[in-house]
């Protein structure tokens, strides 16, 4: 008897094998028939059958033969990622004792299925489960057991409604003695019926090519034109924008001054700007702050008639003779009588508001002083320094001092006068030159201009 049964399970292998095969063949051809599907797809709604073979693994302590499993499921999606799935397995097996009896085990299963790329021909998912394990047999665990499986597994979509599927699942329950981990692996075709269709997405159709645009008719279309609001009838450049052809800044159609040296500075209406107001514009004008209605020559500079090195416009004796020497006034200095053979005359020295820098024009002042001072070795001075009136007291007192100073460092070091010929005072504004009113106003008047000078005092003859 003993033999018989193991001809039989033998039989049984051999009939599960040829049906494998079988199944693998078909699969096969399947595959090589639909090269080309279309739109494949695992879609929301669908219906599923899955026919299945495989294999099952028993776990060694329950002393049964792994064999061939047959099974059938069906399946419901409800969205294209989300799925159920019951399933039936049937293993037809022996015992591996002595006696080698028959075994039956039919496994009941309901999954929820989750697929990646639901869109695309191959589709991988995951899937876990409940269900129950019935084992019929001259084995221990001979009855209904329930389960839990988790797995996972492809599906390859040859047509819309056809996948070829291959899964794994990991099948655990508890024996009646011990904990057991089985093992089902199966390949089959899963067949889906209705669900919802997708259509291919259409590509909306091309615009008529439109003609290029040029709001502003400078014949510059507007995907170029940097300027796209020129008004009508200006010249523009190759992007659109007014020329501005000496670079300045001012477009040419606004340009009152279109030759402008380049790197000029210019006012709104592209000319040179003359901060001054006297007629020359900065970049030729050497003294670019001479006062509001001042007369100038070609360099912007105060107009000297008499050439006396005062300016007309301070000059109270405009005619004096060409060499004769003028005090801070223009007005020839009065020959001591007592030494009229030899006279020693220094000039009062002019600063601009709120400096004690020396102007140019002070500079050829002291030029003259020093010569003078050379020529009379014996002679020492004391340098007084002055401030007009506009302004704290305190303030225009260190003024002064600042002036007398810079005066006393000039005459030292670019004219080589010793610093024991020279003294310094500072007066500020307690010895005014003339008369003035101190407001905002007249801070460059005459009278303000006179008041802001040096004074040069012999102190030894």
Not at 48 to 65: A, K, R
Not at 121 to 144: R, S
Not at 305 to 317: A, I, M, N, R, T
Request: hydrophobic share 35%.
């Amino acid at each position: 008897m003993v033999g018989i049964s193991k001809n039989i399970s033998s039989i049984k292998r051999g009939i599960m094998l040829i049906i494998f095969k079988f199944v693998a063949v078909a699969i096969v051809i399947l595959l090589t028939a639909f090269p080309n599907a279309g739109l494949a797809e695992n879609k929301a709604g669908a219906v599923t059958l899955n026919p299945n073979i495989g294999g099952y693994v028993f776990e060694g302590n329950q002393h049964i033969d792994n064999n061939v499993a047959y099974g059938l499921g069906l399946g419901y999606n409800f969205t294209e990622n989300w799925g159920v799935e019951g399933n039936f397995n049937n293993i037809n097996t022996d015992a591996d004792s002595h006696g080698a009896d028959d075994v039956q085990a039919y496994i009941y299963r309901i999954d929820g299925l989750y697929h990646f790329m639901p869109e695309k021909k191959l589709v991988p998912f995951v899937a876990a489960g409940i269900g129950a394990i019935t084992l019929n047999g001259a084995i221990k665990d001979d009855g209904t057991f329930a389960l839990f499986n988790y797995g996972g597994g492809l599906k390859y979509f040859l047509t819309q409604n056809l996948a070829l599927r291959g899964d794994v699942r990991h099948i655990l329950f508890r024996g009646k003695d011990d904990q057991v981990n089985n093992l089902i692996y199966t390949l089959g075709l899963t067949f889906a019926f209705g669900g919802e269709e997708k259509k291919e997405a259409v590509p909306p159709p091309a615009p008529e090519p439109s003609q290029p645009k040029d709001s502003d008719g400078d014949g510059v279309y507007d995907d170029i034109d940097k300027c796209p609001d020129t008004p009508k009838g200006v010249a523009v450049d190759m992007y659109g924008c007014p020329k501005d052809s000496d670079g300045d800044g001012v477009p040419d159609y606004l340009d009152k001054c279109p030759d402008t040296p380049k790197g000029v500075a210019v006012d709104i209406n592209g000319c040179p700007k003359d901060s001054d107001g006297d007629g020359v514009p900065d970049y030729l004008d050497k003294c670019p702050d001479t006062p509001k209605g001042v007369a100038v020559d070609v360099n912007g500079c105060p107009k000297d008639s008499d050439g006396d090195g005062v300016p007309d416009y301070l000059d109270l004796c405009p005619d004096t003779p060409k060499g004769v020497e003028v005090d801070s006034s223009g007005c020839p200095r009065p020959v001591p009588a007592a030494r009229a053979e030899k006279t020693v005359d220094l000039q009062d020295l002019p600063f601009d508001f709120d400096k004690s820098t020396l102007t140019e024009e002070a500079q050829g002042v002291l030029k003259k002083n020093i010569q003078t001072l050379k020529e009379n070795p014996d002679v020492k001075i004391r340098i007084e320094g002055h401030s007009c009136a506009h302004g704290p007291d305190d303030y225009n007192l260190r003024l002064s001092e600042r002036r007398a100073n810079a005066i006393k460092e000039y005459l030292i070091k670019e004219g080589g006068i010793s610093p024991d010929r020279m003294s310094t005072i500072a007066y500020g504004e307690t010895r005014l030159a003339m008369p003035e009113i101190p407001t905002p106003q007249n801070k460059n008047s005459i009278e303000a201009k006179t008041n802001r000078r040096v004074h040069f005092e012999l102190i030894k003859y």
